[in-house]
């Protein structure tokens, strides 16, 4: 069993940063890959940014490639999701997950524990 708990989520205007962070606790973290995923009010939950186990590799929607940046610390059990150049677009509750195997991938099926989420709102 995986607990994540994110963090970091609040109220921001357009143009300006965030940082969320996701603590992961229970079955071994460093070998699985990590994703960070966001639902709308009305919308699917959608795929925003994955990491693998290491951390070597990272892979982004194409509408947040450039602004936001996904990492970890694995001594922290912790992955992070830097984002820049916040638009009112990027409203919405933002969950992590943790990954099947050792190599992320967009689909949901991929990922087997969710967070609870924590709501990021961008005024314009």
């Known amino acids: 069993q995986v607990q994540l708990v994110e963090s970091g989520g609040g109220l921001v205007q357009a143009g300006g940063s965030l940082r969320l962070s996701c603590a992961a606790s229970g079955r071994t973290f460093s070998g699985r890959a990590m994703g960070w995923f966001r639902q709308a009010p009305g919308k699917e939950r959608e795929f925003v940014a994955t990491?693998?186990?290491?951390?070597?590799?990272?892979y982004y929607a194409d509408s947040v490639k450039g602004r936001f940046t996904i990492s970890r610390d694995n001594a922290k059990n912790t992955v992070y999701l830097q984002m820049n150049s916040l638009k009112p677009e990027d409203t919405a509750v933002y969950y992590c997950?943790?990954?099947?195997?050792?190599?992320?991938?967009?689909?949901?099926?991929?990922?087997?524990?969710w967070g609870q989420g924590t709501q990021v709102t961008v005024s314009s």
């Open positions: 990491i693998s186990g290491n951390g070597g590799s990272t």
């Open positions: 997950a943790t990954g099947r195997g050792y190599w992320g991938a967009r689909e949901r099926s991929s990922y087997d524990y």
